[in-house]
């Protein structure tokens, strides 16, 4: 999926860093940029193309549906002022956001670029990159949200990636983690994908991908 649109002229992303997978079944590379509110108008693009029920018309109608609600969730939070927001691309087209502060994962979403197949490890960089910068502040404990009625089981992925239940409700699980666990789960996860700070983060108009 290309998305473009010549008239646009506000943007902000900014290209942060690159990754890449170490595995030998895969070698997918991946460009993340930390989003802002000048990437509103591409945020509204995406919702308007980005078609999941067609991306993946194997999955039931009713999941698609709460899947395309936490879509939009990540696209408008991804560009909330008081909000760290990350999109990744994998060849060139948008694949996975997240939006967080630094004590609270908001949301994050990842969809395909090829029918009928998910982008291997999209949420895994995603998830990278909000632990890399979770342990930039001084914040010991990192909280979410998991739905658990969504198209995939978001609390066993969340497990693997340390954390553990703490309660939760009608469809959603309250899960936290800590400080010291996001440093072990990041030497597991350095293994497994290579991330390369840019020297210089560059500010991108996300129309031209």
Known sequence: MKTQNKSTTAFGAIHTANARL?????????????TTHAD???????????????LMPQIPQAKIDIWEELFKLATDFSTFSGKTGFMITNKNTPCGLAAFTPKHLDIIC???????????????????????????????????TAVTNGPFSNVSKFTRLGFKQ????????????????????????????????????????????
């Open 110 to 144: 990842t969809w395909p670029i090829e029918t009928g197949k998910k982008v291997p490890y999209a949420g895994t960089v995603l998830m990278k990159t909000v632990f890399e910068e979770f342990l930039k502040s001084k914040n010991n404990f990192l909280k979410l």
């Open 22 to 34: 170490l595995l030998p079944q895969s070698a997918e590379t991946f460009r993340i940029y930390k």
């Open 40 to 54: 509103k108008a591409f945020m509204q693009h995406l919702q308007e193309t980005v078609k999941l029920n067609e």
């Open 166 to 209: 703490t309660g939760g409700e009608n469809y959603a699980t309250a899960m936290q983690t800590t400080r010291d666990k996001v440093i072990n789960v990041l030497e597991q996860l350095n293994e497994k994908i290579q991330t390369t700070t840019l020297s210089s983060p560059q500010i991108v108009d996300l129309f031209s991908l």
